[in-house]
């Protein structure tokens, strides 16, 4: 494989640099390598996968930019307890995303003010429009993160739903003839009819029909159903009527209550993983990775590129137990709204430079230069000839072994550099006919699923991920107001009710999916849950929701 790089990096001359900004005679104290190279360290409060020392197209990149970065991740703490661990020593990595707990950073003036600097760096600067980069000011008046996720080049192309759904698979439904299912109790009919007839995996491992992710944040598996059963968007912490623009509380709906009963129904018949509130997550990533649990409700990216890579090495894609996402409403006819157009803008977290960052604008000119086309399509498409080709048409795409390769964790580890937790683009290239990343390429994308996977979309009549749920409009102005519970603290009464509301649903929500009799489990979870005093919390929200809406209306 080196050959093959070598070889196609002198034909592109991919080893040219092409920035000087942080190059290797900018100016700055930041550590500088024996070959010239700026090397900056990064932590990111979520966990994460480390690359090789030696990684080809890390590499690559710092030969284009004059810089590296050396990338840690959560590990064996909760984000709260390594922010907090950094804040009380008050040393920090040069760049940081404290995940829920960036306002903590901010307010122990651990970050820099990004707009201080951004003028100086133009693809910094255009990476929001003004009205989304004054939604980041904090309460002094400064910008100190930037959300990586949301920006969307071009025309939008969406391919894979990287969101939250009832995921089901392939071999499920190809059993019962590619079925519609639309609500949760034929959701849960269909798992159950396919257990009954279907107990073992091939080799005679007993399938897990149902199981449930619980451990720490992630609860959200368990928790936040209710919104999606009633047609409403992932506001996260709420529900917005959008037409008489009132939140309301997601966790007292009928349709809550009906949802937590089927839960209880269903795990005292089984087919809920009875060791679903006491597994933790990387057990639960295990369980996944054998191809044994039929279904669950989890976010795309919280499981595809560990339990997903480990289900295609093992060829259990085969098998049919590769998952696809379900249009899951409470009843028949509603509008789901699992997917919505346009990027998910979260202000409460970004990628920041920290106080402990000899070299601001070195930085600054690194993350400048990553949203650079050409090194954008390193961190996501590769190099050219070895991760991917270019079409007479002038469209990228694979061959079988060059996917392979990409779903391998080894040669993930010892090639491939997304310097994911930077921030970068979905959409199209700016030539116009490329998608920004590989797997949102459409005919790549088709070409690269599975025999299986094509069949049940062929069934279904569709392409994408995004087909088998539909496409809802842009949400509202307000959205998503998660991005604002998330930065609550016990400084304001919505603030405490928000962080015992938390507690409650930890220890009870499991209580009730397993109770001996639900009518009295449900009784006693909302008599603790309207002690926190929700109201209090949905206050804080509603005044939160008319800011925004007022705030949009200026830029109009």
């Known amino acids: ?317 085969k098998q049919g137990c590769e998952y696809v996402p379900l249009p899951i409403t409470i009843e028949e006819g509603m509008t789901n709204q699992w997917h919505n157009s346009g990027g998910a803008f979260n202000a409460s977290s970004g990628l920041a430079i920290t106080t402990s960052c000899p070299d601001v604008e070195g930085a600054l000119q690194f993350v400048n230069d990553l949203l650079a086309q050409d090194v954008h399509d390193l961190r996501f498409w590769g190099v050219e000839g070895v991760d991917y080709e270019v079409g007479d048409d002038g469209l990228y795409y694979r061959t079988p072994e060059m996917r392979t390769n990409c779903a391998d964790s080894s040669y993930k580890a010892a090639h491939l550099c997304f310097y994911s937790y930077f921030p970068q683009f979905n959409g199209t290239s700016q030539d116009g006919k490329n998608a920004m990343k590989p797997e949102n390429q459409e005919n790549e994308f088709y070409d690269g699923l599975s025999d299986n996977l094509k069949k049940c979309f062929d069934a279904y009549g569709v392409k994408t991920y995004v087909e088998m749920l539909g496409t809802s409009p842009a949400p509202g102005p307000w959205y998503p107001m998660y991005s604002y519970s998330q930065t609550l603290t016990t400084s304001t009464p919505g603030g405490v009710a928000w962080n015992k509301i938390g507690e409650v649903k930890h220890e009870y929500l499991p209580k009730v999916v397993m109770a001996e009799n639900f009518e009295a489990g449900w009784e006693d979870y909302m008599k603790v849950y309207n002690e926190c005093k929700p109201e209090d919390f949905l206050s804080e929200m509603q005044t939160e929701l008319e800011r925004r809406v007022e705030m949009a209306a200026k830029y109009q």
Not at 125 to 141: A, I
Not at 247 to 269: C, G, H, Q, R, W
Not at 285 to 313: E, P
């Open 1 to 317: 494989m080196k050959k093959k790089l070598v070889s196609a990096l002198l034909i592109t001359g991919m080893l040219s640099s092409m920035f000087a900004g942080c190059g290797k005679s900018a100016g700055g104290g930041g550590a500088v390598n024996a070959d010239g190279i700026k090397e900056f360290t990064a932590f990111f409060a979520v966990p994460g996968n480390e690359i090789n020392n030696d990684n080809e197209i890390q590499g690559l990149i710092a030969e284009k930019t004059g810089c590296k970065v050396k990338e840690s991740w959560l590990t064996g703490q909760s984000a709260e307890e390594a922010v907090g661990t950094f804040i009380a020593g008050g040393e920090y990595p040069d760049f940081i995303d404290g995940g829920n707990s960036s306002v903590q950073l901010y307010e122990a003036g651990a970050l820099i003010p990004i707009d201080e600097y951004y003028d100086d760096y133009p693809n910094i600067r255009n990476y929001f429009t003004d009205q989304e980069w004054d939604m980041l000011r904090q309460s002094d008046g400064h910008i100190y993160w930037i959300p990586q996720f949301s920006k969307i080049n071009g025309e939008e192309r969406v391919c894979q739903h990287n969101d939250e759904a009832f995921w089901i698979q392939t071999r499920v439904l190809e059993w019962a003839g590619y079925p519609e299912v639309h609500t949760m109790d034929q959701y849960f009919d269909l798992i159950e009819s396919y257990n009954e007839a279907n107990p073992t995996m091939e080799d005679g491992t007993a399938n897990i029909p149902y199981t449930i992710l619980c451990d720490d944040w992630r609860y959200f598996c368990l928790e936040n159903a209710p919104q999606f059963l009633d047609g409403y968007p992932n506001d996260g912490s709420v529900i917005v009527d959008p037409e008489t623009l009132t939140v309301i509380d997601y966790n007292t709906t009928p349709t809550a209550k009906k949802y937590f009963e089927k839960l209880n129904e269903e795990y005292k018949k089984g087919i809920v993983d009875q060791e679903s509130f006491t597994q933790t997550y990387d057990e639960y990533i295990a369980k996944l990775s054998t191809g044994r649990v039929l279904g669950m409700i989890d976010q795309w990216w919280d499981f595809y590129n560990t339990a997903g890579d480990a289900i295609k090495s093992a060829g259990l894609d």
